[in-house]
């Protein structure tokens, strides 16, 4: 298979650790991944603040860089669920095959144990797009409950939104409060030391809460659990 990584911009910037733990658990399970430099935005923001033309635009240049692949990975389910929802709408034809990582691991390469430890009690919270646009279900479940050392606990409320969903967090900031101090709550009633999800826009709006309120949890993306080994779990 030819495959790519989409780092999506959001990685890219703020957590290109994520990105490079992707890519080094593929191709620890055998999988070459390219990186094509001319990728950049998939044109999610543009669309949801109304600029429907700079967002097409954005969605031809996406598929003019991953055309020729058989498959292309996100590590966010967000922008995965952009390319695979929205494009159809905004008449994007030759739509390369866009996958979750966790759809890819699981669908694709058809494994659930991909050899990860990490010896820490973790919480998983399902965002949005994975759960509501792209289905993935208990794919990130199936994966966690396979990581050595790993203690997998509940998460009440799970399936309730966080509260960032990209403008909405700056247009309705005090709503978007209320729900991750919510959403917080139920995270401190597990007693986990890491809160895992796959975006990290998510968990930048989690993590920033949960670190005013000195609770001690960090919070790291399900690719930097899945690509820790014995030799360099943190």
């Not at 780092?7 to 055998?30: M, Q």
């Not at 635009?57 to 669920?81: H, K, N």
């Not at 691991?105 to 009690?121: E, I, M, Q, S, W």
Request: charge should be negative.
């Amino acid at each position: 298979m030819r495959v790519a990584l989409f780092i999506t911009c959001v990685n890219d910037t703020l957590f290109p650790g994520t990105g490079k733990a992707a890519v080094e658990l593929l191709r620890r399970l055998g999988v070459e991944v390219d990186f094509p430099l001319a990728q950049t935005c998939c044109g999610q923001m543009h669309l949801n603040t109304g600029y429907r033309d700079e967002a097409v635009r954005l969605a031809d240049r996406f598929t003019a860089t991953f055309a020729g692949y058989d498959a292309v990975v996100a590590p966010s389910g967000s922008c995965a669920a952009m390319v695979r929802e929205q494009y159809p709408h905004l008449g994007i034809e030759n739509i390369p095959k866009v996958y979750d990582l966790s759809e890819f691991l699981v669908d694709v390469l058809g494994v659930t144990d991909v050899g990860a430890y990490f010896p820490h009690k973790v919480t998983y919270h399902p965002t949005c797009h994975s759960l509501r646009g792209l289905k993935v279900g208990d794919k990130p479940f199936r994966l966690l409950e396979n990581v050595r050392g790993l203690e997998l606990v509940p998460l009440p409320g799970a399936e309730e939104c966080c509260g960032f969903g990209g403008t909405f967090a700056v247009k309705n900031r005090d709503v978007s409060a209320a729900m991750c101090a919510d959403k917080i709550g139920n995270v401190m009633k597990t007693g986990a030391e890491v809160l895992c999800a796959a975006d990290n826009s998510c968990l930048l709006h989690i993590g920033g809460t949960l670190k005013r309120q000195k609770s001690g949890v960090r919070v790291l993306h399900l690719a930097e659990i899945l690509a820790s080994t014995e030799e360099n779990a943190g």
